[in-house]
């Protein structure tokens, strides 16, 4: 069955950086772009980033363009989102989801817990 | 960017109600919007994409319209299971961006 089992959170201090991933299985991954989204504690849902299937195409909402990276591997099914200079404003359980916009199924991970605080 | 603008942001409704939630955006994105449905603890589910197009699985009770700046998603009689958080997600322009979501909670 299709699965996208996000990792790599936890606790980091502000300026600090993550790395989360997110591994694909049950679908054909190079077929999807990607999405990442995330939602800050008791709040609604931030698109952060899309990457194109093939990984050419990538984009990032305002608020962390120069501190985070996109990036996938195809060929191991995987999707990466590198997080630096990170603040308090990031903390947040990150989604990855696959095909968000439609149309065909879309795909979330279980989502990850991101807590940044000194 | 686009901003997108839900309402109402909570409501409170009765099982066999009919519930229409309204999305606006701040400038024309066609019909390239989607509705998420969100319960507590839980990954949000995608219920409608292109504004009209109700997922695979999801009951035949919500439905989606709308184009431009208006859209609608609308459940035609509440059950039991619908009381959650709303969201609308247009994906017309980069960044995408989320309503703020309509919380429908148990009259």
């Known amino acids: 069955q299709v699965q996208l089992v996000d990792s790599g959170g936890g606790l980091v201090r502000p300026g600090g950086s993550l790395r989360l991933s997110c591994a694909a299985s049950g679908f054909t991954f190079t077929d999807y772009y990607m999405s990442w989204i995330r939602q800050a504690p008791g709040k609604g849902l931030e698109w952060v980033s899309y990457i194109g299937s093939s990984g050419d195409v990538i984009y990032y909402t305002d608020s962390v363009k120069g501190r985070f990276t996109i990036s996938r591997d195809n060929a191991n099914n995987s999707l990466y989102l590198q997080m630096n200079s990170l603040r308090a404003e990031d903390t947040a359980v990150y989604y990855c989801a696959s095909a968000v916009a439609g149309p065909g199924n879309d795909y979330w991970g279980q989502g990850i817990l991101v807590t940044v605080s000194s | 960017d686009i901003q997108m603008t839900q309402s109402p942001s909570a409501m409170s409704a009765s099982v066999g109600d009919r519930v229409t939630i309204t999305c606006r955006a701040s400038q024309g994105i066609s019909i390239y919007l989607a509705w998420f449905q969100q319960k507590p603890g839980k990954v949000p589910k995608r219920l409608i994409y292109a504004s009209s197009n109700v997922q ?24 039991p299971e619908d009381f959650a958080t709303y969201y609308c997600l247009q994906h017309d322009t980069f960044p995408w961006t989320f309503g703020q979501g309509t919380k429908v909670e148990i009259k």
């Open chain 2, 56 to 79: 695979s699985g999801v009951p035949s009770r919500f439905s989606g319209s709308g184009s431009g700046t208006e859209f609608t998603l609308t459940i035609s009689s509440l059950q």
